[in-house]
């Protein structure tokens, strides 16, 4: 099982940036389905963006194109979330995650909709942005 550890979260004024990182330690996977979501109370999980490291493909949620932007460096076990003109409605608790992808037809647009049992998954960051 592969543990993930979220941070760079924070508080910050609208229009500004903040940088979360996903590390993982653990069994790794020859190929992960990886990515991030936010949850605000009161509000279902949202899929904010995805990559898969077995052709770095990735997904963005359409609201959120072109604002964030999602990295993998494999050599250090970590996930980015890079996240540019946040606004107040970005507020919320950004959780990674991460599963075996590629068999079984478990694939990243799959995982972005559903996370699949045997998904892990960090403690969450929290990230507050202000008027």
């Known amino acids: 099982q592969v543990q993930l550890m979220e941070s760079g979260g924070g508080s910050v004024q609208a229009g500004g940036s903040l940088r979360l990182s996903c590390a993982a330690s653990?069994?790794?996977?020859?190929?992960?389905?990886m990515g991030w979501f936010r949850q605000a109370p009161g509000k279902e999980r949202q899929a904010v963006a995805g990559?898969?490291?077995?052709?770095?493909?990735?997904y963005y949620a359409d609201s959120l194109k072109g604002r964030f932007t999602i990295s993998l460096d494999n050599a250090k076990s970590t996930m980015y979330l890079q996240m540019n003109n946040l606004e107040p409605e970005d507020t919320a608790v950004y959780y990674c995650?991460?599963?075996?992808?590629?068999?079984?037809?478990?694939?990243?647009?799959?995982?972005?909709?559903?996370?699949?049992?045997?998904?892990?998954w960090g403690q969450g960051t929290q990230v507050t942005v202000s008027p």
């Open positions: 995650a991460t599963a075996s992808c590629g068999a079984r037809g478990f694939f990243l647009g799959s995982f972005v909709r559903r996370p699949w049992a045997g998904t892990s």
């Open positions: 653990g069994a790794m996977y020859s190929r992960a389905c």
């Open positions: 990559i898969d490291s077995g052709n770095d493909s990735t």
